[in-house]
């Protein structure tokens, strides 16, 4: 019974992945490419297409919060984002103006990608669920800021 | 050249402009560079044209100095990426004109040689590399026809140099490393240094963990002054990294130091340090400004130095003896300097660390003086020091090293110093070591002196007021409210009509003004290395800009 379990788990989670990884073959002439990341623009010609986000895993997870804030030091983000997230040679991470956005694909492809201004590229130089536990706290830090709000 | 002089002395023989009519000063023109970070470069005037260099990118513009109006523009293309590897907001202090050529350099580690005629670059060097964290910000000085130029970096684990460079043709003469072995710190058989315990073998390795100096600090990213008659250049290194001072025991040599080199070869004449074992951030990159004062009853060749610690050093420029050092702010971790050994006589009970929050450290790690210059009359024998007085909490946490990526390890909060004002502007007698007059700031003083031979003497604040003072007695004889603060030094020229003026740039910014350039949150006070929290209400009196302004009498 255990082994059946485990096998249709492996199944299932290898279906999951496939989907997820699944690159674009051939292209039709004519058919539109699809977003495989995720936007970092509400602007889109024509008609707007929702946006397929993809989800943190780790999303309410403790442990992965608790994970992430030794990682925001270790990794030194602390060192640009300043430890409590107010910002020094990069830009606040409490507030809620976001640059490239802050649903958690973004913040996950700020990290890997870096961006234009300063941001390090960490792609392929750590591994990928450290940085969605990064993400995990990252977003955390603002929606607790935002709960202390007028809070000098 | 942005000092004035070789001499750094910041002060000008033009005196049109006196305490009698500095109050009628109007607004001539008004030009807005285009960019709004802080703006810390001071313009150059040369034969009627004016030049500035803006923050990031860098732009050098070249403006007709009796009109305003625009000539032309060069850029350098800097990489935006470095702009991740500036410490403290996007500067620049400015260009160095000879020759014929405008020098300056970018943050992205280049040094540029520009024709001051056309605008068509010369020759464009790289000698630093972001991703060691590396960037440079200061302002070059030209001797000899060498560029001499220094790297950013004592938040990232760089290693700190002087480099020279040959003007004509842009290739990299010699490096002087500030930390590492004699042979790469140029320390050879002609090195004196004045104190007993700066003599021995390769202090710049022995004095740190194995291997640590490679990562060391000792950046040059402030003034470098030059005595011709000496030949010997004299300029400032700063902290050692990381800040956490746990880390790296030893001395740190030679950092948070004033350093004597030949221009030719680069060779180490003398090194004094001000900080042995710096816990505090007290970078040693101040100006060193060159005098001939009347102590001891004849006329000594010194070299002075309002420090980060709160003392105002007069030194023998040929030796590197200090001949007096007192404080010219509160200070309570240095208690004095001990003239025998040359060692700060610290109390050691305020040093942080790890698991040690030491509190009420005065001054805070700007210092009692920042980069922001002094300026010498010889006329009134004052030198005008713009000062900060702040205090801090500090902590040393875990720092790891990751190249290209900030390497500090504290927790720093600063708050206002004793009096509540964070700023003075202030008259100091160096012969006497004493205070003439201090004009009280709301907020730290970042804009750099002018003196001039009317005895008017000039700087700006951070909350938009230029204000001309009386050298003699710190009456405010005139003031004028820019559109941003001013956190750069004023200048003073001759205009082709014969007439003087008055000109300084304002767009508040830098490592004080981050929280409006760069749109901090002030929830966070340790935020941008515990700037924040001493600057929260800065958002209230202003926002960023970027507009030169030149002024003159009716």
């Not at chain 2, 140099?161 to 842009?170: E, P, Q, R, V």
């Not at chain 2, 315990?197 to 600090?217: A, C, F, M, R, Y």
């Not at chain 2, 042995?276 to 130095?305: M, Q």
Request: glycine letters at 12%.
């Amino acid at each position: 019974m255990k082994y059946t379990a485990a096998l249709l788990a492996l199944l299932s989670t290898l279906a999951v992945s496939c989907n997820r990884e699944k690159r674009l073959g051939n292209v039709t002439p004519g058919a539109a490419a699809s977003v495989q990341g995720t936007r970092e623009s509400e602007l889109q010609p024509g008609a707007v297409i929702p946006s397929a986000d993809i989800s943190n895993p780790f999303e309410g997870n403790y442990d992965a919060m608790n994970q992430g804030r030794r990682l925001f030091s270790q990794f030194n983000c602390s060192g640009c984002h300043s430890p409590g997230g107010g910002g020094a040679i990069g830009p606040p991470l409490i507030d809620d103006e976001w640059i490239y956005g802050n649903n958690p694909a973004n913040i996950y492809e700020t990290v890997v990608k870096g961006r234009p201004n300063g941001m390090p590229s960490f792609g392929g130089k750590i591994p990928s669920y450290q940085i969605w536990q990064l993400v995990t706290y990252v977003r955390n830090m603002s929606n607790a800021a935002a709960s202390r709000k007028g809070e000098k | 050249m942005p000092a004035k002089d070789y001499a750094n002395t910041r002060f000008s023989g033009l005196d049109q402009i006196h305490t009698g009519n500095a109050g009628a000063l109007k607004l001539v023109w008004s030009y807005s560079t285009g960019v709004t970070r802080g703006h810390e470069a001071a313009p150059l005037y040369v034969n009627g044209t004016m030049y500035y260099v803006t923050p990031f990118p860098h732009t050098l513009v070249a403006i007709d100095a009796a009109t305003g109006a625009k000539k032309w523009d060069y850029n350098p293309k800097p990489v935006p990426a470095s702009k991740g590897v500036a410490c403290c907001d996007e500067v620049n202090r400015g260009a160095f004109f000879s020759n014929g050529r405008l020098y300056y350099v970018t943050l992205d580690n280049q040094v540029v040689a520009v024709d001051a005629n056309t605008g068509r670059e010369a020759w464009k060097t790289r000698v630093g590399d972001i991703q060691l964290g590396e960037s440079m910000t200061m302002a070059p000085i030209v001797v000899k026809n060498k560029v001499l130029v220094g790297n950013s970096g004592g938040e990232f684990g760089v290693r700190g140099w002087i480099k020279a460079l040959d003007a004509t043709t842009g290739s990299v003469l010699w490096t002087g490393y500030n930390t590492g072995p004699d042979k790469e710190v140029l320390i050879g058989p002609d090195f004196r240094p004045p104190y007993a315990e700066d003599k021995g073998t390769d202090l710049g390795v022995t004095t740190w963990p194995p291997d640590h100096w490679k990562i060391g600090g000792g950046n040059v990213w402030g003034w470098v002054s030059y005595d011709p008659e000496l030949d010997l250049i004299y300029y400032g290194t700063a902290n050692p990294g990381p800040w956490n001072p746990d880390i790296r025991p030893g001395d740190n040599k030679w950092t948070a130091a004033v350093i004597a080199r030949r221009p030719d070869t680069g060779a180490v004449a003398w090194a004094y340090q001000f900080t042995p074992h710096d816990v505090y951030d007290y970078d040693g990159i101040n100006e060193s400004l060159l005098a001939d004062l009347p102590i001891g009853g004849r006329t000594r060749k010194v070299l002075l130095r309002a420090e980060r610690n709160g003392f105002f050093y007069v030194m023998d420029r040929a030796t590197g003896r200090i001949l007096s050092a007192e404080p010219f702010m509160y200070t309570n971790v240095v208690k004095s300097v001990d003239l025998n050994t040359g060692r700060p006589i610290e109390d050691k009970s305020k040093a942080p660390g790890f698991n040690r929050m030491a509190k009420n450290i005065c001054p805070a790690v700007p210092g009692a003086k920042d980069w922001e210059p002094m300026a010498y009359s010889p006329k009134t024998g004052l030198v005008y020091i713009p000062a900060i007085n702040l205090c801090m909490d500090m902590e040393g946490v875990e720092a790891n090293y990751i190249a290209g990526t900030p390497y500090t390890g504290h927790k720093t909060l600063m708050y206002a110093g004793p009096g509540g004002h964070r700023g003075e502007f202030i008259g100091w007698d160096p012969v006497q070591n004493a205070k003439r007059w201090g004009i009280r700031e709301q907020f730290p003083v970042y804009s750099g002196a002018l003196a001039t031979a009317g005895n008017v003497v000039f700087y700006g604040t951070m909350d938009r007021w230029f204000k001309a003072v009386n050298a003699i007695t710190g009456q405010v004889l005139w003031q004028f409210r820019t559109a941003s603060g001013i956190i750069a030094p004023p200048m003073t020229f001759r205009g082709m009509d014969g007439k003087q003026y008055i000109s300084v740039a304002d767009g508040v910014g830098g490592w004080a003004g981050s929280i409006v350039a760069a749109g901090l949150d002030a929830r966070d006070g340790y935020a941008d290395k515990g700037f924040v929290n001493a600057m929260k209400d800065l958002p209230a009196h202003t926002s960023s800009g970027g507009t030169i302004y030149t002024f003159a009498l009716p």
